[in-house]
T-cell receptor
Framework: AQSVSQHNHHVILSEAASLELGCNYS??????LFWYVQYPGQHLQLLLK??????LVKGIKGFEAEFIKSKFSFNLRKPSVQWSDTAEYFC???????????FGAGTTVTVRA | NAGVTQTPKFRVLKTGQSMTLLCAQD?????MYWYRQDPGMGLRLIHY???????AKGEVPDGYNVSRLKKQNFLLGLESAAPSQTSVYFC??????????????FGDGTRLSIL
């Protein structure tokens, strides 16, 4: 079974600081990678995804993520966070041809105004 | 566009009671999923369905049953609720796609407390 690890449980930042959230997966085959965000009291929304091509993908709200195959990693970044980025962030992975997603435990990001 | 709709949004049950959570999607998606979300554990797949009339077990299926009699609906049942089933339940759906790279669309969740 594949597993997904998110390195940080809770990150606290000030506005305009840069954000990087780590995600590693254990499965060795070809995978699809996703980052989802859950704002307080809301459902999960897709931030970005990677399945092939340029390993640097850009998503909504200024987020980007880099897939490094050799490190089994898919780290999420944002150069300058805003208070509205306060949320929980989940990394998710599935094998190609397997629609079942495995989620990381999530990282809570708190941005202080 | 409603997307994925879950009912109810909140429910409190006593141990041993039964209930059914309803999920409805209007995107004509083939695949549907039920997850539970617990603090520090992310989302864990309970059951899923790849089409009308089909269901399968996920990572944590014990204590739950599901049915998908219509393509747009996916029901999650608790036959005899236990305190360990206190959680937030999310339904999701996705289109069928050969490389499985289509994202899942989530409902707003059902917060369930078992006393």
């Amino acid at each position: 079974a594949q597993s997904v690890s998110q390195h940080n449980h809770h990150v606290i930042l000030s506005e305009a600081a840069s954000l990087e959230l780590g995600c590693n997966y254990s499965y060795g085959g070809t995978v699809n990678l996703f980052w989802y965000v859950q704002y307080p009291g809301q459902h999960l929304q897709l931030l970005l995804k990677y399945f092939s091509g340029d390993p640097l993908v850009k998503g909504i709200k200024g987020f980007e993520a880099e897939f490094i195959k050799s490190k089994f990693s898919f780290n999420l970044r944002k150069p300058s966070v805003q208070w509205s980025d306060t949320a929980e962030y989940f990394c998710a992975v599935n094998r190609v041809y397997d629609y079942k997603l495995s989620f990381g435990a999530g990282t809570t990001v708190t941005v202080r105004a | 566009n409603a997307g994925v709709t879950q009912t109810p949004k909140f429910r409190v049950l006593k141990t041993g009671q039964s209930m059914t959570l309803l999920c409805a999607q209007d995107m004509n998606h083939e695949y549907m999923y039920w997850y539970r979300q617990d603090p520090g554990m992310g989302l864990r797949l309970i059951h899923y369905s790849v089409g009308e009339g089909t269901t399968a077990k996920g990572e944590v299926p014990d204590g739950y049953n599901v049915s998908r009699l219509k393509k747009q609906n996916f029901l999650l049942g608790l036959e005899s609720a236990a305190p360990s089933q206190t959680s937030v339940y999310f339904c999701a759906s996705s289109p069928a796609y050969e490389d499985s790279n289509q994202p899942q669309h989530f409902g707003d969740g059902t917060r369930l407390s078992i006393l």
